[in-house]
């Protein structure tokens, strides 16, 4: 009988940390950041062991030959057991998903789900496979959009499918080895991902750079209010004497340059990360080193996720959310995240 690690293993957990900041990112784009982004973020780890599981069991035959250390070829997972996991765990996540965000949640749920099997029962080693990958992680970043507008996390949910793009067409070559074409095609769709994250956004009306740094975004503008209901009731109050900038003008300065400069810090701390790796498999094109790259960009999609939020308004949570990369890089080395 399989034991709680030899599931821990299969789904890879530790990879999980990876998984809610797709939620979180869509959310903060959307504006759609409340009490149900937690609850779809779940949701989102659900369908991710899913994956893993419905992964293993779809691929037992080839880990046989190829990694017969894994759960299933080892036998310390019975692939009827596996198989059962993933179909448990896409149903809980269906479920929370449609319990926490409805109808719209289901919406995009329910798409995702069926992406995820079927890259894993079809997709996976065919010339889509990339592109069918790169569309779960799409899926699950307009998952967290639900609440809001969905159009407006499309830049981010691309973002995210790019990415995940790179690291697919990366993990083709786990086993084999590649020439160096592939990462160099890879690393060029880094620094894209990277640059669009870290070019200052346009500004929508009525947004507000300060606010990125404010974990209570929609009471960032009250005091600006009630400055102004001050000035109009005493017209010389709200008036600087000449030469005199105010406290509160160079503290809101401050936070918007912080706020403006926060995004590409976090893009840049995710290009260098896996940009690094990947930069090794040109030098060396083994086996190995893709393996380590691969490992890189699902370790290091947190940062990512983490410079999306903090664009899309939301910056010290994006620092929370760009936190669980060293976390995730370090659990990498006890449970392979591949």
């Known amino acids: 009988m399989a034991t709680l690690a030899d599931l821990i293993e299969l789904v890879r957990a530790p990879a999980a940390l990876s998984v809610p900041g797709d939620v979180v990112a869509g959310a903060a784009a959307a504006g759609a950041l409340d009490r149900r982004t937690p609850a779809l973020a779940g949701a989102s780890v659900l369908l991710y062991w899913a994956g893993m599981a419905a992964n293993d069991w779809a691929d037992r035959r080839l880990d046989a030959v190829e990694r017969p250390e894994r759960p299933i070829p080892s036998g310390r997972v019975h692939p009827a057991a596996a198989v059962g996991l993933a179909a448990g765990l896409t149903a809980a996540g269906l479920g929370l998903a449609t319990a926490a965000g409805g109808r719209r949640a289901a ?3 329910v ?7 079927g890259y894993d029962l079809r997709a996976k080693n065919t010339a889509a496979g990339p592109a069918v990958m790169a569309a779960c992680r799409g899926l699950d970043v307009l998952l967290g959009a639900t609440g809001g507008r969905l159009s407006r996390a499309l830049p981010a949910a691309l973002t995210v499918a790019a990415h995940t793009w790179t690291v697919t067409a990366l993990s083709r070559r786990e086993v084999t080895g ?7 095609g890879t690393l060029a769709g880094t620094a894209l991902v990277a640059a669009s994250v870290a070019a200052r956004p346009r500004r929508r009306p009525g947004d507000d750079p300060a606010r990125n740094l404010d974990p209570a975004r929609d009471d960032a503008g009250i005091p600006a209010l009630q400055e102004r209901a001050a000035a109009r009731r005493d017209p010389g109050r709200g008036t600087p004497r000449p030469g005199r900038v105010t406290t509160g003008t160079r503290d809101r300065s401050r936070r918007a340059a912080l706020a403006a400069a926060l995004p590409a810090a976090l893009a840049t701390w995710y290009a260098a990360g896996y940009g690094r790796a990947q930069a090794r498999v040109l030098a060396d094109p083994s086996a190995g080193r893709v393996r380590a790259a691969v ?3 699902i370790t290091g999609l947190p940062a990512l996720q983490g410079a999306l939020t903090a664009r899309g308004g939301a910056g010290l949570l994006g620092l929370a959310v760009a936190a669980a990369a060293p976390l995730g890089r ?3 080395r006890r449970i392979s995240p591949t």
């Open 330 to 332: 370090r659990l990498a």
């Open 178 to 184: 590649a020439d160096t074409a592939l990462p160099l």
């Open 107 to 109: 919406a995009v749920a």
């Open 111 to 117: 798409p995702l789900a069926a992406t995820v099997w």
């Open 295 to 297: 490992g890189a960009g």
